[in-house]
Nanobody, 129 residues
Framework: QVQLVESGGGLVQPGGSLRLSCTASPGTLDYYAVGWFRQAPGKKREKISC????????NYVGSAKGRFAISRSSDSKTVYLELNNLAPEDTAVYFC??????????????????????WGQGTQVTVFA
């Protein structure tokens, strides 16, 4: 199983931007669909975005549509999530994950956890006025 490390979180004012990274260590994210999730204090974890293994397909959920952008690095080691026009309600810990139960197809971001998935430790995003 690949190990994942998130980075790029921080403090930002409303309307600001951040770029989160999800890096495979060791190895690459070739052949893996990757999903981004977030969890705010006292709330359930929610899906945000996914990208297919070949990067042909991306999906965005809810308020991520039109504001966030997911992409892969050319060396296949990193998946990025660019967060734009951030608002206080975006404050959360952001996680990336791979899993055989993570499906990213046209119009569909499905996640069913299995024993073969990998999650990073998360990166904190705080949006404050």
């Amino acid at each position: 199983q690949v190990q994942l490390v998130e980075s790029g979180g921080g403090l930002v004012q409303p309307g600001g931007s951040l770029r989160l990274s999800c890096t495979a260590s060791p190895g690459t994210l070739d052949y893996y669909a990757v999903g981004w999730f977030r969890q705010a204090p006292g709330k359930k974890r929610e899906k945000i975005s996914c990208i297919s293994a070949n990067a042909d397909t991306t999906n965005y959920v809810g308020s991520a549509k039109g504001r966030f952008a997911i992409s892969r690095s050319s060396d296949s080691k990193t998946v990025y999530l660019e967060l734009n026009n951030l608002a206080p309600e975006d404050t959360a810990v952001y996680f990336c994950a791979t899993d055989p139960g993570l499906i990213c197809t046209d119009g569909n971001f499905h996640y069913s956890g299995t024993d073969f998935g990998s999650w990073g430790q998360g990166t904190q995003v705080t949006v404050f006025a």
